[in-house]
């Protein structure tokens, strides 16, 4: 597989709450990046994180934050969560050149969220 | 604003046919295209890529075919097997610094045997 790892797979949270996901990605892929997938939809990129910088972000607001760490792991925070941000969140790591032509993201399998 | 659209959302095709899913795209700047298939309840699965630099690129029983001058992206699956099920998202990379992608809705391949 891609050497992606997510966790939780599943969870279920209410609204106002937080959360955390975590992913993990493989040794020398030093950018990841998350995206969030509704129902039907494809990915949305939230942001990117290259040498635990956030060096990239979409049209997410700042309740949406995240963490690299040195050992190629990362966290997706939400504070205040809405109904809205039920989605599949996925997270995407890149080692340049891997597929001998470009920057290829291999994604992990994601976290599915519900907020009731 | 800039967008990737796919022209088909669904796609039916028999087992042994070869299936064409098209994509366009309307940010000129973009040097970077991918394909995804993703399965129910997956995260997207890398099939092929392409620079903006070529027209097309061959893979197992995959060809991705760009046409910059009327910014069309094409998957041609050859042989489609019922395993290719699935929903297939191109994927572009504007020209930022960033490898960040934008997705289009999808095309969902439905291969009936």
């Known amino acids: 597989e891609t050497g992606v790892t997510q966790s939780p797979t599943h969870l279920i949270k209410t609204r106002g709450q937080q959360v955390t996901l975590r992913c993990s990605s493989q040794s020398g892929h030093n950018t990841v990046s998350w995206y969030q997938q509704a129902l039907g939809q494809g990915p949305q990129f939230i942001f990117q994180y290259y040498r635990e910088e956030e060096n990239g972000r979409g049209n997410f607001p700042p309740r949406f934050s995240g963490l690299q760490f040195p050992n190629y792991s990362s966290e997706l925070n939400v504070n205040a969560l809405e109904l809205d941000d039920s989605a599949l969140y996925l997270c995407?790591?890149?080692?340049?050149?891997?597929?001998?032509?470009?920057?290829?993201?291999?994604f992990g399998p994601g976290t599915r969220l519900t907020v009731l | 604003g800039e967008s990737v659209g796919l022209h088909l959302p669904t796609l039916s095709v028999q087992e042994g046919d070869n299936s064409i899913i098209n994509c366009a795209y309307s940010?000129?700047?973009?040097?970077?295209f991918i394909w995804y298939k993703q399965e129910s309840g997956k995260g997207p699965q890398f099939i092929i890529d392409?620079?903006?630099?070529?027209d097309k690129r061959q893979g197992q029983r995959v060809t991705v075919l760009l046409n910059k001058t009327v910014k069309h992206l094409s998957l041609q699956i050859a042989a489609t097997q019922p395993g290719d099920s699935a929903v297939y998202f191109c994927a572009e990379r504007g020209h930022s610094g960033y490898s960040t992608l934008t997705f289009g809705k999808g095309t969902m391949l439905l291969v009936s045997p």
């Open positions: 940010n000129s700047a973009s040097d970077y």
């Open positions: 995407a790591s890149r080692a340049p050149g891997l597929a001998g032509v470009g920057d290829t993201q291999y």
């Open positions: 392409i620079r903006s630099n070529m």
